[in-house]
C-alpha cells in the first residue's frame, strides 16, 4: 500500500495529483495507473510556446546550421543534412551537414595545421583565451541550457547543473594551461643534466555522448586545447546544437581558425567518421564516452597507427545501504543518484543492495519518495524533474528490462509504463535478483532494481560482480566499515554517503572494461601531454 492509499479518503486521482504535484498539471492531462502511481505527463508545446522559447533563447541565434572547421561555418561537401529534434515533444529543432570521412579528413588536415602554431603559444596566452571563452558561456548560461533541454530533454535544472560543471572544466583548464610543469632529476654523473619535459601530443579527435552535450566536449576540449593541442570533434547525432554553440562563443572569444573544429554526422556515417579519426596518421590521441561496444571498436581502429586513447565506457554502478546508514540520507541519495537526467548517466545507481535488516523500510521510503519527488513532462516546464529519453530505442530498452525483470519475479512498486512519445514513467522494482537484466546490464535509464544483501562480503562480492567498474557507492555511519568497503570496491569513483560525486576538480574513469585514462582534474590534461626525456652532457 502507497501513501496515496493511506490518505486518499473521498478525493478524486485529480484533487490528490493537484494535491501533490501543484497547479503545472492540468487535470484532464492525468493518467493514473492501476498500481495507483500518479505521474505528470509529457507535455506538448504549442507553436506559441516554442515561438515564447526562442524569443527566450535570443530569438534563433543558437540554433546553428553549419558544421564549424577552420574558424568557418560550413555545409558537408556533398550538401546532406539531416534533422535535430526535441525528444519531448518531437518537435524539429533544425538541420545540420551530415557530414562524412572526406569531410573530416579535411577537418583534421586543417587542426594539424592549427595545431603546429597553437603549441607555439605560451601558457598564459592560452589562459587568457580560455578565460574568456568561460566567461562568455557564463555570459549566456540560461540560454545554452535552454539549448540542453530543447535538444537532449532533461529538466532546465538539470541543464542549468550541466552549465555549470561544463564551465567549471574551461576555467580549471585555463588556470593549469599554466600549470604544466616538467621535471629535473639529480643526476647519476657530473657532466650531464637529467631533465623531462611535457609537449602537447597534436591533434586530438573526440566523439561525445548525448546525456551531457556541454560538458562532455569541454572536459574533454577544454584540456586539450589548454595542453597546446587542437581537436576534432564528432558530437552525438542526436545532440550537436550544444557542440555548435560552445563553437560559436569560442569564436568571440578569439579561439584560432582550427584549434576547435566540430563535424555534425548523423548515426547513418558516424562509423565513417570514426574510422576516419581513428586510422588518421595526423591525429594523435582518441577521446570518447560512450558504450563499451563502441569502445572497444574504435581502440581496435586506433591499433593500426598505436594511437593514445582515453575512454570512459559503459558502466553498471553498484549503491550498497548497510543497516548502520542513516536511512533518510540514503533514499535521497537514491533519488540523486538514480533519477538525474531519467538515470542516462554513466554514473548512475544501477543496482541497488539494500542489506536485509532494512530492506523493506527502504523499499517503503523510496517508493514514498518517489511519489514526492518525481515529476515527468516536458524539460521546459516548471516543476519537472523527469524528462524523455533520448529516442524511442530507449524506450524500447527500458520496457524490455521492466518485463524480464517481472517475468522473473521481481515486484513492479511503482511505475513500469510508457508515456506518450518517449517517455517512460520513474520505475521502482524490489526482490530483483543478480540474474535479471537489470542488474546484469547497464540501464540508462529510470529503472531502480532493489537487491538484498545480508553481510558485507556478500555484498562487496555482489558489487564486484561484473565486467565495468566506473562508479560505486556505498551508505554507512560504521567509520571502519566505509574504509573496508571503499577500499574493496573495483570502481574509479566511490560515493560514500553521497550520491552525486562528480565535479571538475577530480579525476574521472574508470577501471575493467569502464575505461582507459582519466578526464578532469589536473590529471586529465596530462592525457594531451608526451613525456619528453633529455640528457644534457658535456657541462
Known amino acids: 500500500m502507497n501513501s496515496f492509499q493511506t490518505t486518499r479518503g473521498n478525493l478524486k486521482d485529480s484533487d490528490i495529483m493537484l494535491k501533490v504535484l501543484g497547479p503545472c498539471v492540468h487535470p484532464n492531462k492525468l493518467t493514473v495507473y492501476s498500481q495507483k502511481v500518479f505521474h505528470m505527463p509529457p507535455f506538448n508545446l504549442q507553436t506559441h510556446q516554442q515561438n515564447r522559447t526562442y524569443k527566450q533563447m535570443d530569438s534563433f541565434k543558437w540554433l546553428l546550421n553549419k558544421a564549424y572547421v577552420n574558424g568557418k561555418w560550413i555545409s558537408a561537401e556533398n550538401g546532406e ?28 588536415k586543417t587542426a594539424y595545421v592549427a595545431f603546429r602554431s597553437w603549441k607555439e603559444r605560451t601558457a598564459k596566452e ?39 560543471y561544463g564551465v567549471g572544466f574551461l576555467e580549471l583548464y585555463a588556470e593549469e594551461a599554466k600549470r604544466v610543469y616538467g621535471d629535473i632529476i639529480p643526476t647519476n654523473a657530473k657532466s650531464r643534466r637529467l631533465l623531462v619535459l611535457k609537449q602537447p601530443i597534436g591533434v586530438c579527435g573526440m566523439i561525445t555522448p ?8 569541454t572536459r574533454k576540449a577544454a584540456a586539450a586545447i589548454a595542453a597546446g593541442c587542437s581537436v576534432v570533434i564528432k558530437p552525438a547525432e542526436d545532440t550537436p546544437l550544444s557542440a555548435l554553440a560552445l563553437c560559436q562563443l569560442a569564436e568571440e572569444a578569439g579561439l584560432p581558425a582550427g584549434v576547435l573544429n566540430v563535424v555534425t554526422v548523423s548515426r547513418d556515417n558516424a562509423p565513417d567518421v570514426g574510422r576516419t579519426l581513428c586510422e588518421s596518421p595526423l591525429v594523435q590521441h582518441i577521446s570518447f564516452t560512450g558504450s563499451s561496444a563502441v569502445g572497444k571498436c574504435l581502440l581496435s581502429q586506433s591499433a593500426s597507427t598505436v594511437k593514445k586513447t582515453a575512454m570512459e565506457l559503459g558502466g553498471n554502478a553498484p549503491f550498497l545501504v548497510f543497516e548502520s546508514a542513516d536511512l533518510e540520507a540514503a533514499v535521497k541519495g537514491v533519488i540523486a543518484c538514480k ?16 542489506q536485509e535488516g532494512i530492506y523493506d523500510k527502504f523499499v517503503t521510503r523510496l517508493a514514498e519518495e518517489m511519489d514526492n519527488e518525481l515529476r515527468t513532462g516536458d524539460g521546459l516546464q516548471p516543476g519537472t524533474t523527469q524528462g524523455p529519453l533520448i529516442n524511442q530505442r530507449a524506450v524500447q530498452k527500458i520496457d524490455s528490462f521492466v518485463q524480464d525483470a ?16 518517449n517517455f517512460y514513467y520513474p520505475t521502482l522494482l524490489s526482490e530483483v535478483t543478480s540474474q535479471m537484466m537489470c542488474a546484469r ?78 578526464e578532469g582534474g589536473k590529471y586529465g590534461i596530462d592525457e594531451f601531454l608526451e613525456l619528453k626525456y633529455v640528457c644534457m652532457g658535456g657541462l
Open 210 to 217: 548525448w546525456n551531457f552535450p556541454h560538458a562532455m566536449i
Open 126 to 164: 592560452r589562459s587568457e583565451l580560455m578565460l574568456r571563452w568561460t566567461n562568455l558561456c557564463n555570459a549566456h548560461k540560461e540560454d545554452l541550457a535552454k539549448l540542453i533541454t530543447m535538444e537532449n530533454g532533461k529538466p532546465l535544472k538539470d541543464s542549468m547543473a550541466e552549465l555549470s
Open 441 to 518: 546490464e547497464e540501464i540508462f535509464g529510470p529503472i531502480a532494481g532493489v537487491l538484498r544483501f545480508k553481510t558485507e562480503d556478500e555484498a562487496v562480492i555482489m558489487a564486484n560482480d561484473t565486467q565495468w567498474g566506473l562508479a560505486g557507492y556505498l551508505f554507512s555511519r560504521d567509520h571502519s566499515q566505509i574504509w573496508r568497503v571503499t577500499e574493496r570496491l573495483e570502481a574509479g569513483i566511490v560515493g560514500v554517503n553521497e550520491g552525486v560525486v562528480p565535479c571538475p576538480e577530480v579525476p574521472l574513469g574508470g577501471w575493467k572494461e569502464s575505461g582507459l585514462g582519466r
Open 81 to 108: 543534412t539531416f534533422e535535430v529534434t526535441n525528444p519531448a515533444t518531437g518537435e524539429v529543432l533544425g538541420s545540420v551537414p551530415d557530414m562524412n570521412g572526406s569531410d573530416t579528413e579535411s577537418a583534421i
Open 339 to 354: 533519477f538525474r537526467c531519467s538515470g542516462q548517466t554513466c554514473v548512475s545507481a544501477n543496482r541497488i543492495y539494500v
Open 406 to 421: 517481472i517475468q522473473h519475479g521481481a515486484r513492479l512498486v511503482r511505475g513500469g509504463s510508457k508515456g506518450q512519445g
